[in-house]
């Protein structure tokens, strides 16, 4: 069953049905729909396909597939910028803060007034750097939690054929999902910041609300 959903605040008057918003901003994505599907032929079909049916949880495709080196170069290219961006093991983010010489210089008042004693600038910046990485490292733990380097590849393979790819964090599974482009529309102001999403996707009936 295919429904659709959106991940910005709509209008409640807006007479216009979501399915026919995304049927007309469908119309813009198109050129950029059929340069990602070329260049999905030439690397790996499977990855961008809208004339994909799905028959018994299997995958049938209209289109003639064809793989090879381009599959392979593909492959290599993620492989490699997926560790070069999330290296594995290792912090890929630190936290920081515009305001960091005023917080270092509270946290040095409130040494003093617990200390009674001076603290130089140095010592408030040591705390400071070692509050730091222990957050640093909470988030990096919560990070690595959730399923995103389970797909980070497929994100990147997404960026690298069609140059798109959404990916939402939903909150109450700590997990992401994304959606290719064939599966989500988007409408932007005139300096590129989203004013609204659709998003299409086959959900089972218990799903819906």
Known sequence: MSTFDTIVDSDEDDEISLKKRYEELAMDREPFLEYGELCAKATIPTALNRNATRNDGSMHFTDECYQGVGKRGLLTLTGRLAQALFPIGKSFFKLQSKQEDALIEALRAKLELQSQQPVDT????????????????????????????????????????????????????????????????????????????????????????
């Open 122 to 209: 140095s010592q408030a910046r040591e705390m400071y750097d070692l509050i730091i990485n222990k957050y640093n490292k909470m988030l990096f733990n919560e990070f690595e939690a959730t399923n995103f380097r389970a797909i980070a590849n497929e994100l990147i393979t997404q960026l690298l054929i069609a140059g798109n790819v959404l990916v939402v964090y939903r909150d109450k599974i700590a997990k992401f999902k994304y959606y290719k482009l064939d599966e989500y529309v988007v409408s932007r102001d005139r300096y590129g910041e989203p004013l609204e999403i659709i998003i299409e996707e086959e959900v089972y009936y218990h799903e819906l609300p």
